[in-house]
């Protein structure tokens, strides 16, 4: 199994008629990414990417198609070990385990008000174009009034409650 620890750019090459270079990279012994993968990979097992943290950044089946970055490490790891939603979730790689992390309940609020903020936004940005232009229509109007009540109720939200929040309910067809 290969393990590629700490890794380094070694070298940057301009091959061909490529605009950018190719890197090369070696690991905290002095091994060859290029030259370890073509000697001992054999084309059944996933490999990892993962930070300084553990934190698995990137993974494939194909070696050839990881995002590498200096400081992490690779990992070979056999496609049974491989979590099933790691495409979906965020794991760490400790000791040959992976570990799920389960994101804070504040942190999911946030996502989530941030996510419906930029909803509102985008709902309240043509109304109030409308209003501006003295073109705006009764029912226009009153769907402007209920995003922006909606924008006010979620700024005032009290996110260190989570999960336990009393989301406001979004503005649906307004007569």
């Known amino acids: 199994m290969i393990t590629f620890k700490n890794i380094k750019i070694s070298k940057q090459v301009f091959e061909g008629d490529l605009p950018i270079p190719v890197l090369y990279?070696?690991?905290?012994?002095?091994?060859?990414?290029?030259?370890?993968?073509?000697?001992?990979?054999?084309?059944k097992n996933c490999f990892i990417a993962v930070d300084q943290n553990d934190f698995v950044t990137t993974w494939s089946e194909n070696p050839n198609f990881l995002t590498l970055c200096e400081g992490v490490s690779v990992y070979e790891v056999t496609p049974k070990k491989l979590p099933v939603d790691i495409g979906e979730q965020t794991y760490r790689y400790r000791n040959g385990k992976f570990i799920k992390v389960e994101p804070l309940a504040t942190d999911v609020a946030e996502q989530k008000k941030n996510a419906l903020?930029?909803?509102?936004?985008?709902?309240?940005?043509?109304?109030?174009d409308a209003v501006d232009i003295e073109d705006a229509t009764d029912k226009e109007l009153a769907s402007l009034q209920a995003w922006k009540k909606f924008r006010v109720a979620l700024n005032r939200l009290d996110l260190s409650?989570?999960?336990?929040?009393?989301?406001p309910e979004v503005p649906g067809d307004v007569a």
């Open 25 to 43: 990279f070696e690991d905290e012994s002095g091994k060859d990414w290029y030259t370890l993968r073509d000697q001992e990979w054999k084309g």
């Open 161 to 167: 409650t989570a999960p336990d929040i009393v989301w």
């Open 117 to 128: 903020l930029t909803q509102a936004a985008a709902a309240i940005v043509p109304l109030q």
